[in-house]
């Protein structure tokens, strides 16, 4: 049987999630997404509409099919932690069953089990602040949306998950070197993202057989990226700086998460693998 993917954060043809999903399946595997809530009747209706059947060609000339498409809030576990405006929020109140415990019910009634669980969201609302003028609330929320909702989603999806499995986030060098302008604490949640990378790694491993590992992306012009606003002066700097003089394609991070949920990867776990044209080797600019 072929491999079944979850991958979380999917909710146009720009960002690493729906990279990382064409890669895996064009390495065999069944494709299913979480989309947050918000985003879900565009992202579900320009699917429809054909509008995403270019980047939907795969390697051998096929289209990518995506299985099913659920609903999905990362910061909520279950519907006791949900905020009554969210719950009456027009968008909210038009899906059901996207808290995270719901969501893999959901998966577990349609589908049994998954191989293989793809980490790719992030959300800070005060990214564009400083962290010392970061409010306790901003720097909660990023923390929230960006490093416990893989706590939470692993916590939940470990028990639906083939032993031999793996799960892969995406992470950012924020997290280890100054990078001004990636602010609110979310390098912050980067940091605790890959400290649990290797935390999980330890527990998952031990316990359900499973692999834990973090891809340290390049700079993507991703719509979470353009919001941020420093998006291609951080491109431009790659290009001038790092061994590799070229733009960093989505693809590439989509192939080495394949790889990493591949069994060529069995004996790697714990890692932050860096996918940057090799920016984070260098310690100077040149
Ligand atoms: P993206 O905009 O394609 O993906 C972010 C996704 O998170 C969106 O689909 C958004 O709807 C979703 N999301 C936000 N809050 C959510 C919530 N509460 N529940 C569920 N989904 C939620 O952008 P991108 O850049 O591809 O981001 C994917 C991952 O890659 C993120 O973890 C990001 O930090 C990471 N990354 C991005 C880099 C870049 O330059 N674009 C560089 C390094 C890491």
Do not use: C
């Not at 043809?13 to 997404?33: C, Q, T």
């Not at 998950?161 to 990636?182: D, H, Q």
């Amino acid at each position: 049987r072929g491999k079944r993917a979850f991958i979380a954060g999917v909710a146009d043809d720009n960002g690493y999630g729906w990279a990382i999903a064409k890669s895996l399946a064009a390495a065999g595997a069944e494709i299913i997404v979480g989309t947050w809530v918000p985003a879900l009747n565009i992202f579900e209706s320009s699917l429809r509409r054909g509008k995403f059947d270019e980047s939907r060609v795969l390697p051998d000339g096929s289209l990518m099919e995506i299985t099913k498409v659920y609903p999905m809030d990362a910061v909520y576990d279950s519907p006791d932690d949900v905020p009554e405006d969210v719950k009456s929020n027009k968008r909210y109140a038009g899906s059901s069953k996207w808290t995270v415990k719901e969501l893999v019910e959901s998966v577990k009634q349609d589908f049994g089990s998954i191989d293989i669980l793809v980490h790719s969201l992030a959300n800070g609302p005060e990214v564009t602040k400083p962290l010392l003028e970061t409010s306790r609330n901003g720097y909660l929320a990023a923390i929230s949306a960006s490093s416990y909702s893989f706590v939470s989603l692993l916590k939940e999806f470990v028990s639906i998950m083939n032993p031999g499995g793996a799960s892969i986030s995406l992470t950012y060098i924020a997290s280890e070197r100054i990078i001004p302008g990636y602010g609110g604490g979310m390098s912050s949640a980067k940091a605790a993202l890959e400290s649990d990378t290797r935390v999980l790694a330890f527990e998952a491993g031990r316990k359900h057989k499973i692999r834990v590992n973090t891809i340290s992306a390049g700079p993507l012009r991703s719509r979470a990226a353009k919001a941020i606003g420093f998006i291609d002066m951080m491109i431009d700097y790659s290009l001038a700086n790092a061994p590799l003089q070229k733009e960093l394609s989505a693809e590439e991070v989509g192939n080495a998460a394949a790889f990493l949920a591949s069994p060529l990867a069995s004996a790697i776990t714990g890692a932050v693998v860096y996918v940057d044209n090799g920016l984070n080797a260098m310690g100077v600019g040149v």
